[in-house]
Nanobody, 123 residues
Framework: QVRVVESGGGFVQAGGSLRLSCAAS????????MGWYRQGPGKQRELVAD???????NYADSVKGRFTISRDNAKNTVYLQMNSLKPEDADTYYC?????????????????WGRGTQVTVSS
C-alpha cells in the first residue's frame, strides 16, 4: 500500500511565501511524475505544477515566475515553493504522485492523491 501526505499549508498575507511538501510512503518501486493541483469551492481541480522523474517541470501560466516545484527522489518527496502569493492563490492544494508498486497481480502504476492542504492568502 502506498500513500502521499501533504504538509506546509497555512495562512499568509499577500506577497508572502509558503512551502508545501508532499511525501510518498509505502511499498514504492519508483515514482514517475509528481505534481501539485489546487481546487477551490465549486471549481475544477487544476494543475499548478508538475515534475517528471528526471526533473522536467511544467507550470500553470498563473504561477510561472512565482512558484517553484522540486523533488527529492531519495526521500520520495515533492516540494512547492510559493512566493509572491496572491489572494487568488488561496485554495486547497493537492499532491499527486504516479507510483510504481507491486500488487499480487504484478507491478502496477497507481495514481495517488493526498488529502489536501489549505492555503489562505489575505489581501
Amino acid at each position: 500500500q502506498v500513500r502521499v501526505v501533504e504538509s506546509g499549508g497555512g495562512f499568509v498575507q499577500a506577497g508572502g511565501s509558503l512551502r508545501l511538501s508532499c511525501a510518498a510512503s509505502g511499498s514504492i518501486i519508483s515514482i514517475k511524475a509528481m505534481g501539485w493541483y489546487r481546487q477551490g469551492p465549486g471549481k475544477q481541480r487544476e494543475l499548478v505544477a508538475d515534475i517528471s522523474s528526471d526533473g522536467n517541470t511544467n507550470y500553470a501560466d498563473s504561477v510561472k515566475g512565482r512558484f517553484t516545484i522540486s523533488r527529492d527522489n531519495a526521500k520520495n518527496t515533492v516540494y512547492l515553493q510559493m512566493n509572491s502569493l496572491k489572494p487568488e492563490d488561496a485554495d486547497t492544494y493537492y499532491c499527486n504522485a504516479k507510483i510504481i508498486t507491486t500488487w499480487a497481480t504484478g507491478v502496477v502504476t497507481l495514481d495517488n492523491w493526498g488529502r489536501g492542504t489549505q492555503v489562505t492568502v489575505s489581501s
